[in-house]
């Protein structure tokens, strides 16, 4: 189990996760999960070029509601409205799923080390961070907010479309105080 503590260790090099961590944190109110009157994107600075809010009402799918540059750029089209399983190996789709169920259901935080091939055959790692945000209306987590730092530079590092990412190599679930899913 990995807490918030934790998290910030985890994510000390990584500052797209960093930032967005630190904004999260001062979001939440009396240690629960923000709403959506809660977010600032102001808080995130630099990271919000960086950061995706995906659609998590239907727990068999998730949405992007929004993709930053880094994303969009990643895949070398605009991602708003496409479905992020898509993107996925097929192995890598139900633990996705998975993990967005235990996000909303719990809710928890979750943690990815991830590794992307692009058309050319060059791999970069990604680190992701997803935090779940409620709805300001209902309370219920609705929407997942996530940042990514990848390990080449968009643009720069992966010249052209990401084609594959692979099984995430690493997950760490991350106790927002209500808990984890089980081993």
């Known amino acids: 189990m990995t807490t918030l503590d934790d998290c910030v260790a985890l994510v000390s090099d990584a500052p797209n996760c960093l930032a967005f961590l630190r904004a999260w944190q001062g979001w939440r109110r009396d240690g629960g999960v923000p709403t959506t009157a809660d977010v600032r994107p102001e808080d995130l600075g630099r990271a919000m070029s960086a950061l ?37 190996d097929p192995p890598e789709h139900a633990a996705t799923i998975a993990r ?49 730092d990848p390990g080449a530079r968009p643009g720069r590092g992966l010249p052209d479309p990401t084609v594959r990412i692979a099984v995430a190599e690493r997950v760490d679930f991350i106790d927002l105080g209500f808990g984890v899913p089980a081993a």
């Open 100 to 148: 967005a169920r235990a996000l909303r259901r719990l809710p928890c935080g979750v943690m990815t080390l991830t590794t992307t091939t692009a058309k050319s055959g060059r791999q970069a790692t990604l680190r992701s961070l997803f935090l779940p945000v409620a709805d300001a209306r209902t309370g219920a987590v609705t929407r997942a907010f996530s940042a990514v």
């Open 52 to 88: 995706a809010v995906y659609d998590i009402t239907d727990e068999n799918r998730l949405t992007f509601r929004l993709a930053g540059d880094v994303q969009d750029l990643m895949a070398f089209r605009p991602l708003k409205g496409q479905v992020l399983s898509d993107l996925l």
